[in-house]
Nanobody, 117 residues
Framework: QLQLVESGGGLVQAGGSLRLSCAAS????????MGWYRQAPGKQRELVAI???????TYADSVKGRFTISRDNLKNTVYLQMNSLKPEDTAVYYC???????????WGRGTQVTVSS
């Protein structure tokens, strides 16, 4: 069973930066999508950024130009560099991996990001 473990969350002031990491316990297929979702209190979980086949990236409009997703297939790790953070970025950030060959979604347990104004 593949496990995803996030790290790098924390408390930061508005305008600051954080880098999230998500390490997979087993090998991952670079042709499968991997990325980040987030869920703020009282809101639904939403896509933040994902990276797919050929390292093509998709971002939520709210984070474009501020966040950058990248993956290291040798380390089975995906990263999210978050710059110019805003209070509305406050949420629990979840790592996600989709095994499209077996139709399985994998989720990490989440890491809290809090941006103070």
């Amino acid at each position: 069973q593949l496990q995803l473990v996030e790290s790098g969350g924390g408390l930061v002031q508005a305008g600051g930066s954080l880098r999230l990491s998500c390490a997979a316990s087993g090998s991952i297929n670079r042709n499968n999508a991997m990325g980040w979702y987030r869920q703020a209190p009282g809101k639904q979980r939403e896509l933040v950024a994902i990276v797919g086949t050929g390292d093509s990236a998709t971002y939520a409009d709210s984070v474009k130009g501020r966040f950058t997703i990248s993956r290291d297939n040798l380390k089975n790790t995906v990263y999210l560099q978050m710059n110019s953070l805003k209070p509305e970025d406050t949420a629990v950030y979840y790592c996600w991996y989709y095994d499209r060959y077996n139709y399985i979604n994998y989720w990490g347990r989440g890491t809290q990001v809090t941006v103070s104004s």
